[in-house]
């Protein structure tokens, strides 16, 4: 579990706040109890020293202690109610005390008899006696036979054994309670925080390659839903924004063309007039390299941006690799020959793939002019094709100069080169294989390189068999 999560951090507050609420539920509980049946046995002692009272009152000035003992048992019948009765005549004699009660929760004998001034009112409060807690009443009588204390009492041992009780029972059931609500609460919140989840899968797919995606938007109707519908339509702006740069780099690439062929056709007619190797013609000569370089550079440019917009998708057809391959090679054996590098087409197995048989061909073009330029004489460059575990691979492999662990991941960049210069004097640009990513990612395929420095390269391209090809296949 992550500790720092928030569904996590919410539960844990969650489960204090519930714990003190408990606490402080379950100690009004228990003292409202206590309060309330204390009041309720004030109120039933004070009823039956009434009757107590009554007895005494209506018994004449000689009646017999006998006969004051006599009617309280049958009145009141304490031992019975479980209560203490005591009377006692003023100054100091014993009339009546209740035997032992039926559920034996105190020993009347313990009970101390009232030694400091007899109350001149009805007083009901709890005492400590050596039978335990008791609550007793004590009521003053002035009778025709008497002055007389009526002292009617119970034991607080069983109000103090059902709190007991009831704050053991909290006490079990406080962390049971606790631990099934937060677990609940955490249920709760993931759920709650399941949209931002969803959201956040989504937002990580989206990139500048589908900025048509949107985020899902949650009808919450809060925060959450603000959030999507901010960030749907933040995606929006930025869409609309790549559009224009990606429009701009095509109008742009495309405007360059017309101005460079003119240059080119004025320079080349320049040349054919100056006598060979004249100065003028040798400066010419340099600066229409240099305008081949911008052709390339603007060519190159103007195929990304068509890539960007979708164009690979406009011709697709079956495209059987493997010949695409064999014809490729035969084209650029010369090149190879010219550089003394020796050129393999051996292992050519027929391959449907499903796309654009232009773009394939400049796939596998640009892969062997790279691996023919980075491979030095007496060197070996070869093409495979082959089905495997579901996909149509193509491999152009070569035993050149290879590329350093730390540029790999940048080779397939707009105008990364590992060697600036090398690559320059080799007419590069670093827009070769960044073409080659876009097409790939139009075709649905994946690219990835293993190069090892001075022992040489392997570029393999995965596309998926033509029932898998992903109907949204998109450029980069
Ligand atoms: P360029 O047009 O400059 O060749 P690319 O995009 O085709 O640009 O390649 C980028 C860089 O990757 C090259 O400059 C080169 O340094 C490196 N590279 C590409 N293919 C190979 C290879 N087969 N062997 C060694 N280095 C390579």
């Not at 899902?216 to 224009?244: C, E, F, H, K, Y």
């Not at 073009?365 to 790279?370: A, F, M, Q, T, Y």
Request: hydrophobic content about 45%.
């Amino acid at each position: 579990m992550n500790h720092r999560s928030l569904a996590f951090r919410l539960t844990v507050w969650y489960a204090l706040l519930l714990s003190a609420t408990f606490a402080l539920v379950g100690a009004g509980l228990s003292y409202g109890l206590e309060q309330y049946l204390r009041s309720t046995l004030r109120d039933s002692l004070r009823r039956r020293s009434v009757q107590v009272q009554q007895i005494l009152a209506q018994a004449p000035a000689d009646v017999a202690d006998s006969a004051v003992a006599e009617a309280i048992e049958t009145r009141v019948a304490p031992e019975f109610n479980n209560r203490f009765v005591r009377v006692t005549r003023a100054p100091a004699s014993l009339v009546y005390r209740a035997g032992v009660p039926a559920d034996r929760s105190f020993d009347p004998a313990l009970v101390p008899l009232q030694t400091d001034a007899w109350p001149a009112a009805v007083a009901v409060r709890p005492i400590a006696t050596a039978a335990g807690q008791m609550m007793i009443s004590m009521t003053p009588v002035e009778a025709a036979s008497g002055k007389y204390l009526i002292e009617l009492g119970t034991a607080l041992g069983p109000i103090e054994a059902l709190q007991h009780r009831l704050l053991r029972l909290l006490a079990v059931m406080l962390p049971v309670l606790v631990v099934c609500a937060a677990g609940g609460g955490y249920l709760l919140v993931q759920r709650a925080l399941q949209p931002v989840e969803r959201m956040a899968q989504t937002a990580e797919r989206i990139s500048v390659l589908n900025l048509e995606a949107r985020l899902p938007v949650a009808a919450t109707g809060d925060a959450l839903q603000r959030l999507s519908t901010s960030l749907n339509n933040m995606l929006s702006r930025l869409r609309d924004s790549v559009a224009i740069s990606r429009r701009f780099l095509a109008d742009a690439s495309h405007e360059l063309r017309t101005p460079l062929t003119i240059i080119k056709g004025e320079l080349q007619e320049a040349m054919a007039r100056e006598p060979g190797g004249s100065e003028v013609g040798e400066r010419i000569g340099s600066v229409l390299e240099e305008v081949a370089r911008l052709e390339y550079l603007v060519s190159g440019l103007l195929v990304l941006s068509r890539l960007d917009a979708g164009d690979a998708r406009r011709e697709w057809a079956d495209v059987n690799l493997g010949e695409l391959a064999a014809g490729t090679i035969e084209h650029m054996r010369l090149v190879a020959d010219d550089r003394g590098v020796q050129l393999q087409a051996s292992a050519l197995a027929p391959v449907t793939v499903r796309g654009d048989a232009r773009r394939l061909k400049q796939v596998i073009v640009n892969l062997l002019d790279n691996a023919i330029k980075f491979t030095p004489r007496g060197g070996v460059v070869g093409v495979t094709t082959r089905q495997h575990e579901g996909f149509g691979l193509l491999e152009v492999f070569d035993s050149g100069i290879g590329i350093p662990p730390e540029s790999l991941a940048r080779v397939f960049d707009r105008f990364y080169r590992v060697d600036a210069a090398h690559s320059r004097d080799e007419g590069g640009a670093g827009l070769g294989l960044s073409i080659v990513r876009s097409i790939c990612s139009a075709h649905g395929a994946e690219i990835e390189v293993e190069s090892t420095s001075g022992s040489g390269s392997r570029f393999r391209v995965r596309f998926p068999q033509p029932a898998e090809v992903p109907v949204g296949a998109s450029a980069t």
